[in-house]
């Protein structure tokens, strides 16, 4: 779904967009690409390791290395943003 495309279909008498607008747009637009990508990683990186025999349902083990393992992956995303927005430019 394409939310640039619910913007182009304005008529002619509407205001168009302030930079601010579009600046805002784009960062949610960003935020959800981030959280879309983040938790595909996530689910991709921690079933790959957590869970050894799919089923139905979790054992108790399986649940806890998810939960650890997601864990992780959230602390670390943090490290690397804070490294990487408190970088010299």
């Given amino acids: 779904m394409d939310s640039f495309s619910s913007h182009s279909s304005m008529g002619s008498g509407s205001p168009q967009m302030s930079t601010e607008?579009?600046?805002?747009?784009?960062?949610?637009?960003?935020?959800?690409?981030?959280?879309?990508?983040?938790l595909e990683t996530v689910r991709e990186k921690c079933f790959d390791k957590c869970i050894t025999k799919?089923?139905?349902?979790?054992?108790?083990?399986?649940?806890?290395?998810?939960?650890?393992?997601?864990?992780?992956?959230?602390e670390a995303t943090g490290i690397i943003s804070r490294a990487l927005f408190s970088a010299p430019r």
């Fill in 54 to 74: 799919p089923g139905s349902s979790l054992s108790g083990s399986e649940s806890s290395c998810i939960s650890r393992c997601v864990e992780r992956y959230i």
């Fill in 21 to 38: 607008d579009l600046k805002d747009q784009l960062k949610t637009q960003l935020a959800q690409a981030y959280a879309q990508e983040f």
